[in-house]
């Protein structure tokens, strides 16, 4: 019997003695009988004692919980590999994305915050990390960030996603556009590992629009957009004229919503 007293050491106990039996999907099931609803958001992680991480997800433990954890590994460049081939077979809505540290375990990376909230962002956003040692000034990233994400995070987790582009020599950017289903809304993501020379980027043509609505256009971090980007312009605009992103240095990401206004 699984009590009250299903945390910690315990929990981890019980859940790897369940998996050696064969019986790991009795965990939730009994959990669940025997508290409740409530605590199963302690149980979303289960998948990586069954899978090991690297994307594989176990559909006995998915339709047990609302979201699964693709991988132990965080760092928000690898993770654009591993959202990638996530979400060709589970929908956003099922992918913990967490903000984790800089510089990371896996490969000693380091990143911007912002960086990490926009790769993260694409799933179901989380916050591993000590808050307590973040600055001021990474506090207010943060907060912008946060605060992006519980407006589009329907949009994100529901809508439909569009892989603009994937990284290559062409075009070294990661590039995702997620479109609500009603299109009134859409959230683009484009994040860049380094650039090299003063080689222009293509404009990102979107899609997924109603070609004769109106986008309001807004970045995700309250910053101002370049001049050549208009403030608001019509679907068929923004999907054939496409949009000017292009991104200097080391690990650079953008972050834009688009807002039907009619």
Do not use: C
């Not at 999907?25 to 009994?30: H, Q």
């Not at 025997?34 to 991480?53: E, K, P």
């Not at 591993?82 to 990143?111: C, L």
């Amino acid at each position: 019997h699984i009590g009250v007293d299903f945390a910690g050491d315990r929990a981890i106990a019980v859940v790897l003695k369940f998996y050696s039996e064969g019986r790991l999907l009795a965990v939730p099931d009994k959990t669940r009988a025997s508290i409740g609803d409530a605590f199963l958001g302690g149980l979303r992680r289960l998948s990586v004692f069954r899978d090991g991480g690297g994307g594989r997800v176990d559909l006995g433990i998915m339709a047990r919980t609302d979201q699964v954890w693709p991988s132990d590994n965080t760092d928000p460049l690898d993770r654009m590999q591993i959202q990638d081939g996530f979400t060709q077979a589970y929908a956003p809505a099922t992918m913990m994305a967490w903000v984790t540290d800089s510089p990371h375990w896996v490969n000693n990376r380091q990143t911007t915050l912002a960086f990490r909230f926009l790769s993260a962002m694409q799933g179901g956003l989380g916050i591993g990390t000590n808050l307590n040692k973040w600055t001021p000034a990474e506090v207010e990233t943060a907060r912008y960030y946060v605060a992006a994400y519980k407006r589009i995070r329907e949009t994100v987790q529901r809508g439909s996603l569009y892989r603009l582009n994937r990284e290559s020599r062409a075009d070294p950017r990661w590039t995702n556009l997620y479109v609500a289903a009603d299109k009134s809304q859409a959230a683009l993501f484009s994040l860049v590992a380094n650039t090299h020379k003063l080689d222009v980027m293509p404009a990102i043509a979107l899609t997924g629009l109603a070609p004769d609505a109106t986008y309001r256009i807004e970045s995700m971090d309250g910053q101002k957009l370049p001049a050549t980007v208009p403030p608001s312009a019509s679907g068929a605009y923004w999907m054939h004229h496409g949009l000017d992103v292009t991104m200097r240095g080391d690990m650079q990401g953008v972050g834009i919503i688009l807002t039907r206004t009619r």
